[in-house]
């Protein structure tokens, strides 16, 4: 090799993310993202459009399986039973740190099982009800449900989701009594409030924002800190109930089992970094409403994840959750 072509090859070399080269032929095959949430769900969603992008930054295929039941413990147990190799991964969520909480008997523990890659996206929920219900605000479904005590039910994807605790929460600082309808997934929550089985949900933004968009839903409320960009005029429920533990966020990101080496971890990294980093991506996310969460290592990241369950501990505490 001449003079040229050496620096050449060199400069290229430099280019490359020094995780990349530390994991020796990793990744070598396809990489498998396990699924929690059904397909058209608003994280699954997310998680497809992400999915290209991802798998050109590793330089392998993203293959996305689903493995839906019992509000992602399924998919946790099986993730944290797969060889901790980097091929197989979890979408790992604060769905699971809050079932953990409510079932400390569960097979799996998402601190101690699971290494934390890196953060993908958040999103709040919102809290809908149909287009054409008589409540228009949140003040009104307030009044609506006190004035009817035990007959107005809000649904959700499951015992412990985002949606349940939301909906509790309401409850708890409302002081209503509503009843919780656990559906078969999230994806069944714009049925049953068409159908009239339930009367309000909180769906996360990726999945409720297009809804109300397109007419089904009416928005009432949000639980971000800040309103949504999307719903500038729907405020959100700590303006009107002035209580932090009303902001919720959900939230998920890429797992790994535990004991998968830190140099496969590194290259996983900066795959996904660069992936979030990627405008039309973004663009994507906040069209549904939800937000790129780029995480800034994987211990960030770890450390997050430790913060998030001690508040969603307090958040089951409050709203009086059970696993039953």
């Known amino acids: 090799m001449d003079r040229r072509s050496f620096c050449r090859a060199a400069s290229a070399l430099a280019l490359v993310p020094l995780a990349v080269r530390a994991a ?7 990489v498998r993202v396990i699924s929690p949430y059904a397909a058209g769900g608003g994280p699954d969603v997310q998680l497809r459009q992400a999915g290209p992008a991802l798998g050109e ?6 293959v996305i399986e689903n493995k839906v039941g019992a509000a992602g413990v399924l998919a946790a147990q099986y993730v944290a039973q797969a060889a901790p190799d980097g091929y197989t991964l979890l979408m790992g969520s604060n769905t699971h740190l809050i079932q ?17 890659v890196s953060n993908f996206a ?4 919102v809290l809908v009800v149909r287009a054409d219900s008589p409540n228009q605000t949140l003040e009104d479904l307030i009044a609506d449900a006190k004035a009817k005590p035990g007959q107005m039910n809000y649904g959700s994807g499951g015992i412990g989701t985002s949606a349940h605790l939301a909906g509790a929460t309401l409850a708890s600082l409302a002081g209503l009594k509503v009843t919780h309808i656990p559906l078969k997934g999230s994806v069944e929550i714009a049925a049953s ?10 769906p996360v933004a990726g999945t409720g924002v297009p809804q109300v968009k397109g007419g089904k ?13 999307q719903l500038p005029e729907v405020p959100t429920l700590h303006e009107r109930l ?15 089992p535990a004991r998968t080496p830190q140099d496969v971890i590194a290259v996983l990294f900066a795959a996904a970094t660069r ?22 290592s994987p211990q960030a990241f770890a450390a997050f994840v430790r913060s998030e369950n001690r508040k969603w501990a307090e958040i089951v505490k409050l709203a009086g959750v059970t696993a039953s």
């Open 100 to 116: 953990k909480i409510l079932q400390p008997d569960l097979k799996f523990d998402p601190i101690a099982d699971f290494v934390p």
């Open 57 to 62: 930054a590793l330089g392998q295929s993203i």
């Open 122 to 125: 958040s999103s709040p929920t």
């Open 275 to 296: 992936t979030l980093k990627t405008p039309a991506l973004q663009a994507a996310f906040e069209a549904a409403g939800n937000e790129a969460a780029i995480s800034e």
């Open 242 to 256: 002035k209580n932090e533990l009303a902001v919720q966020e959900s939230w998920f990101g890429l797992w790994a």
């Open 193 to 202: 409030l068409l159908r009239g089985d339930t009367q309000f949900a909180f």
């Open 24 to 30: 020796d032929g990793f990744p070598g095959k396809p």
């Open 217 to 229: 839903l009416r928005a009432l409320a949000v639980t971000s800190r800040q309103r949504l960009k």
